[in-house]
């Protein structure tokens, strides 16, 4: 009965931030200068990129979620909320090209080799757009087995995510301590999962 409510709900919750930030601009526009803080383009960049970690952090945690609190709604939810954090992850880069490297691709590759950090965010922003186009019922069975390897590329993307986060930020560690014992979390469930399987199928073959 509840089943049928998840993906409206997970809709709503993913399009808050959005409108926040509407919100948030709009403030801006006012000149009130309670909207992005004192500069608004570093205000947006850190909001974007707030927003893409915990998305993708979520869309990390929707396979263990479900299997834990045997929950499978939650699964087709899966690829929404993996696309959502792409698009907040995209929208983030976007700032930066345009106001950090001036739409200029010589001071975006100047950036993205000579600032590690911008280097590992891309890296990261390079794993979740080939996961997003491949994430369609076509690309999954075209690709059939490969599929799944390739999906486990996420388990890359985030750690990446989670070292840009680090390597930039200059003081105040209070969230990305949160950001990495939530993913460390998420990996241990599959992980123990994986080594429960892996015994299983030793124990049939025995
Ligand atoms: C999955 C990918 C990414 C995630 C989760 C992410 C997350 C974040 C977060 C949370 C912040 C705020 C840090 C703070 O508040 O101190 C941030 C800042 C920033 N990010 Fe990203 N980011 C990603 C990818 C990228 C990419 C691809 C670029 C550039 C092309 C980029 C450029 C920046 C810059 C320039 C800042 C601000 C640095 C500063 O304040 O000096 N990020 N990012």
């Known amino acids: 009965?509840?089943?049928r409510y998840v993906k409206p709900v997970v809709v709503v919750a993913l399009l808050l931030p959005w409108f926040w930030l509407g919100y948030l601009v709009y403030l801006e526009t006012l000149q009130t200068g309670s909207g992005l803080g004192a500069d608004p383009v570093e205000g947006l960049l850190h909001y974007l990129g707030e927003?893409?970690?915990i998305v993708l952090l979520c869309a990390?945690?929707?396979?263990p979620l479900s299997r834990q609190f045997?929950?499978?709604?939650l699964i087709r939810s899966r690829r929404l909320i993996g696309l959502s954090a792409f698009s907040f992850v995209l929208v983030h880069s976007v700032v930066f090209a345009i106001f950090y490297a001036e739409l200029q691709l010589q001071i975006l590759l100047?950036?993205?080799l000579e600032r590690p950090y911008i280097t590992l965010?891309?890296?990261s922003l390079m794993i979740l757009t080939l996961l997003s186009l491949t994430s369609t019922r076509g690309w999954q069975r075209r690709l059939g087995k490969s599929w799944k390897r390739l999906h486990q590329w996420v388990y890359l993307a985030v750690p990446l995510a989670l070292l840009h986060l680090l390597w930039l930020r200059k003081d105040g560690y209070?969230?990305?301590a949160i950001y990495t014992l939530w993913a460390v979390v998420m990996a241990a469930e599959r992980l123990y999962v994986w080594r429960k399987r892996q015994r299983q199928d030793q124990k049939a073959v025995l």
């Open 70 to 73: 045997k929950w499978p709604a």
């Open 110 to 112: 100047r950036e993205v």
């Open 121 to 123: 965010g891309m890296a």
């Open 174 to 176: 209070d969230d990305v």
């Open 60 to 63: 990390f945690s929707v396979t």
């Open 51 to 53: 927003w893409s970690m």
């Open 1 to 3: 009965m509840l089943r």
